[in-house]
Structures are given as structure tokens and as C-alpha cells.
């Protein structure tokens, strides 16, 4: 009789365990590595919980490491703000300047290839840094998959 009970105390352990290790987002999603925020998933946050539930210490962890990951928020939900700090102010001539020019002058200052003749391209004139605020929040909520160049 306690044979068996010891043996189904241990597949019990083992189950919960098994359940623990499979509500930690990292291990369900790694590709949502590296998120910084949004909203949180709800299985991945039932499943941390209930490690909780059963065993605190693995639960706090999940919790911790899911968190620090990015991997309990929903891919594509995360909402980015622009830092002032890290705008870099390229002044060129706008009257002289040509499509391949700009798109020259973006490869080398920030070494990607652009080309500006895409559809979903905009190219707007700013009279100074500060302006870049107005025109993202005048331009993003309507135009969100559009990318936007600036001279």
C-alpha cells in the first residue's frame, strides 16, 4: 500500500513538473526572445502560475525568466517610443539632392541600402529635429506599415 502511494506520489511530482517546465515561454516561444513589451499572453502567464501554485520557487522563476526574456508578451503588440538622444541631424542640400543621393547619404551614415522609389515610402522636408515628433505622430497612426525618410 505504500508502495503505491509512493509511486503515485512521484508521477504526480513528475506531471506537475512536466506541466511547470512546459509554462515557461522561453522554452513555448523562443522566438518571442528579445521583446521589450506589450501585452502579455495569457496561457504562458496561467501556465507560470500555476507553477506557483504548486511549487513557489520554480514559479518565481518562470515568471523572472519569461519576463526577462520578452517571452510572456504577444509578438507584435509592443508599442516603441523615439528617443530624442540617440537622433543623429544629417543636413545636406535639398535642391541639389536627387533620389540616389539621399539614399547614398542614408547608406553611409547608417549603412543601410534604401531604395526611395518604393510605394510605401514617404519623404517629407523637416526645418529641424524637433519637427520629427509631429510628423511620426501625423504620420503613424494612419500610415503604420509605411517606413518614412526624412530630409
Do not use: W
Not at 50 to 70: E, H, R, S
Amino acid at each position: 500500500m505504500v508502495k503505491k502511494l509512493v509511486n503515485a506520489l512521484r508521477v504526480i511530482i513528475c506531471a506537475v513538473l512536466t506541466v511547470q517546465l512546459m509554462g515557461c515561454g522561453t522554452i513555448m516561444y523562443p522566438e518571442r526572445k528579445g521583446q521589450k513589451a506589450g501585452h502579455i499572453d495569457a496561457g504562458v502567464a496561467i501556465l507560470d502560475g500555476i507553477g506557483l501554485l504548486f511549487f513557489l520557487i520554480p514559479g518565481v522563476i518562470a515568471f523572472a525568466v519569461d519576463f526577462n526574456n520578452g517571452t510572456i508578451y504577444l509578438p507584435g503588440t509592443s508599442r516603441v517610443s523615439l528617443d530624442m538622444k540617440d537622433i543623429k541631424q544629417v543636413k545636406f542640400d535639398a535642391r541639389h539632392a536627387s533620389a540616389a543621393s539621399i539614399a547614398g547619404i542614408i547608406k553611409e551614415q547608417t549603412g543601410f541600402d534604401i531604395a526611395l522609389d518604393q510605394p510605401n515610402i514617404r519623404i517629407s522636408r523637416l526645418k529641424s529635429v524637433d519637427d520629427l515628433t509631429a510628423k511620426f505622430a501625423k504620420a503613424l497612426p494612419a500610415e503604420q506599415n509605411e517606413q518614412i525618410v526624412l530630409r
